[in-house]
């Protein structure tokens, strides 16, 4: 299966994808906006972070393209301490994507390492050092034949990010994103959009607000549910009496639930 997603090799994306695909042939991209932009079909794209929140690129671009969210992937987010090194007692500085080094700030203090940015987890241990090691995935190691000194080296294990595939296989249909857009702005709008989930015992998993981008102070809301079929689509019936619903896919959730 060729599928579009971020890159470099050894990426956490990369991880998550090969968890999911058998036998996956890779079409690596710079950008999220370069992976919605490829010719390749299937895409895999990063959609929210426990930690960082959601990821604004994913759902802008879902919402003015044609892609469908088929399926939702869950990983844990574990650092790997990878080096040239035999031995942490001569690693001098550390290494990594600023995200990972601002999770695995107890480590770095422990030891006080001269710290370093890069552009990707999967980069800085390309770029690896004599003296230095990165915090990046166990898969990262593998592929650069590096060595790793310690695993889970982040400061909490609640760190899990969630993936979208996009126009894959069909899967059994578990949970439904939608795009809600009210046609105005008055009191108690979201209140009652809300009420359509609520009257029928819809659960409401996910709610973010963004902006339209049209004038300030306008926003549309980026939704998940707990509901596909019939229930579903009662739901978006009431919906559409307050606002214009775009659905971009049900699909279901495989991966980690922690």
Not at 24 to 29: A, G, K, Q, R, V
Not at 175 to 188: M, N
Request: aromatic share 6%; charged share 25%; net charge negative.
């Amino acid at each position: 299966m060729k599928v579009a997603l971020l890159g470099p090799e050894g990426t956490y994306t990369h991880q998550a994808a090969a968890s999911y695909f058998e036998d996956l042939e890779t079409d690596y991209c710079s950008t999220i906006r370069d992976v919605f932009n490829s010719d390749t079909e299937v895409k895999f794209v990063p959609v929210e972070n426990s930690l960082g929140g959601g990821v604004s690129d994913t759902v802008e671009l879902l919402k003015s393209g044609d892609d469908t969210v088929t399926a939702e992937v869950r990983l844990q987010i574990q650092h790997a301490l990878i080096s040239d090194e035999d031995s942490i007692e001569d690693i001098e500085r550390i290494k990594s994507h600023p995200q990972a080094l601002s999770q695995c700030q107890n480590l770095i203090e422990e030891h006080g390492w001269e710290k370093e940015e890069t552009g990707s987890t999967a980069a800085a241990v390309e770029q690896l050092e004599e003296g230095e090691a990165a915090l990046a995935s166990e898969i990262a190691a593998e592929i650069n034949d590096k060595n790793i000194l310690e695993t889970s080296v982040q400061d909490t294990d609640s760190n899990i990010t969630r993936f979208f595939v996009l126009n894959g296989d069909p899967e059994p249909e578990e949970k439904t994103a939608l795009v809600l857009e009210p046609g105005e702005d008055r009191p108690g709008l979201l209140h009652a959009m809300l009420s359509c989930f609520a009257g029928h015992q819809v659960n409401l998993t996910h709610i973010q607000s963004r902006p339209t981008k049209r004038k300030l102070g306008e926003y549309y809301f980026y939704v998940e549910a707990d509901a596909a079929g019939e229930k579903l689509q009662d739901t978006i019936d009431c919906l559409e009496t307050y606002a214009e619903v775009q659905n971009l896919g049900s699909f279901s959730v495989l991966g980690d639930e922690t």
